[in-house]
């Protein structure tokens, strides 16, 4: 076991440098940030004036090592719009994304591990056509229309739940719902496909030969095998929440990193856009390691890759 953790590690690791390598380079391919900090009413020489300030004439190497140590050190550098550290920035809005991201998927799990466990255990029949009915809808509709949908019907033309910003339980409900519903597809075929491979091995014929109750073969046996491979998915899923949450975030007013990089992308405050590429990025990274990490320990046999 230590010895797989430590080969995971390292890759992930190797994975966080290359991803940081690239989020830096956006900085470049999005434009002259010398620019951008002058603002549109500076010339060329006040532009040439901050690429020696800040360094920007040095080769990008030079550059790019001088950014990860200011990183690693918890220096995201400061925004060109609200003139303060992005680290605070991004600090207050990533815990409001993360919260609503939890619940999403929370939402997701409920609804979509008892559906694909129906499906598969009755295959062609009317539950299985209903979930694949869900999960065929929900691959189809883009998240921002569904959106919409749901204030106009529950904000609109029955005006019960509030259509922007956070404050009581009543704001999480409409983003909770795109979101999840956004992940429940995957999740659903996943269970799915998992319980009917499982429902078919010796072992669960053998179970009931036992005379096992049929509760305890679906749940204690089956599902715990078809599980494995929702630790993964699930977290994949809740890094695409989080990215995804620019659409709904941005729909529903909510003060999270997701709109933030919208108005930051509007903005042209590229410190801030970098820094929120890095923090999704290595955040996603770092649920992957920990789903292997998961998965490892309660599957021995993860161990021998």
């Not at 603002?39 to 532009?47: L, R």
């Amino acid at each position: 076991m230590l010895n797989y953790a430590l080969r995971r590690i390292f890759m992930a690791c190797l994975l966080a440098l290359f991803v940081s390598f690239l989020t830096y380079a956006l900085i470049f391919t999005a434009g002259d940030p010398a620019a951008a900090i002058a603002g549109s009413a500076s010339t060329a020489a006040d532009a040439e004036n901050i690429r020696q300030i800040y360094g920007f004439d040095d080769p990008l190497i030079v550059q790019y090592l001088r950014w990860v140590g200011n990183v690693l050190q918890g220096d995201l550098g400061n925004s060109l719009y609200f003139r303060q550290p992005v680290s605070e920035i991004i600090l207050s809005r990533f815990a409001v994304t993360a919260q609503v991201g939890i619940f999403a998927l929370i939402f997701a799990m409920l609804i979509a591990v008892p559906l694909g466990v129906a499906a598969g255990r009755w295959p062609n029949s009317l539950i299985d056509r209903g979930a694949l009915f869900i999960a065929v809808v929900g691959q189809a509709v883009p998240s921002f229309w569904f959106a919409l949908l749901l204030i106009i019907v529950f904000s609109i033309t029955f005006p019960i739940l509030p259509s922007s910003g956070l404050g009581t339980w009543r704001h999480y409900v409409l983003p909770v719902l795109v979101l999840g519903y956004f992940s429940m597809p995957a999740i659903m075929r996943l269970t799915r496909s998992g319980m009917i491979s499982a429902l078919e091995t010796d072992y669960i014929r053998t179970a009931r030969a036992m005379g096992l109750s049929e509760r305890r073969v679906l749940f204690d046996y089956a599902l715990r095998n078809a599980a494995l491979p929702l630790i993964s998915l699930s977290s994949a899923q809740f890094g695409f929440m989080l990215a995804g949450s620019v659409v709904v975030e941005s729909v529903f007013a909510i003060p999270g990193a997701g709109r933030l990089a919208w108005e930051s992308i509007g903005r042209a405050d590229l410190p801030t856009v970098q820094a929120l590429v890095l923090c999704f990025s290595l955040f996603y990274v770092l649920l992957t390691l920990l789903a292997d990490m998961l998965n490892a320990a309660l599957d021995p046999r993860m161990r021998m890759k």
